[in-house]
């Protein structure tokens, strides 16, 4: 049973910082690409970071330059680091793993929230 657990969403205030992080079980983490999608109320769900398992990664023009993806193999832990947040970042942040067609996913999380907010 595949399983991601995410954690450390909150309240942060408008150019703030927050990592945001997922732990995986159920799947061999380190042959797996993985990702961030994040869901705004109101809005559709969009994808926000991929990495590869070689370590590749990419953006959404959004948070470019602002957002972070990283993975710890050892710890099955895939990482989300956002800085210089604004309100327009707030959302459902949900951990993914792709399924490596189009921009389809195999497994969900169930998400964190993270609130930017004065």
């Known amino acids: 049973q595949v399983q991601l657990v995410e954690s450390g969403g909150g309240l942060v205030q408008p150019g703030g910082s927050l990592t945001v992080s997922c732990t995986a079980s159920?799947?061999?983490?380190?042959?797996?690409?993985m990702g961030w999608y994040r869901q705004a109320p109101g809005k559709e769900r969009e994808q926000v970071a991929l990495?590869?398992?070689?370590?590749?990664?990419s953006y959404a023009d959004s948070v470019k330059g602002r957002f972070t993806i990283s993975r710890d193999n050892a710890k099955n832990t895939v990482y989300l680091q956002m800085n210089s947040l604004n309100p327009e970042d707030t959302a459902v942040y949900f951990c993914?793993?792709?399924?490596?067609?189009?921009?389809?996913?195999?497994?969900w999380g169930k998400g964190t929230l993270v609130t930017v907010s004065s």
């Open positions: 990495i590869t398992n070689s370590g590749g990664t």
């Open positions: 159920g799947i061999i983490f380190r042959f797996n690409a």
């Open positions: 993914v793993v792709p399924s490596g067609v189009g921009n389809g996913v195999r497994y």
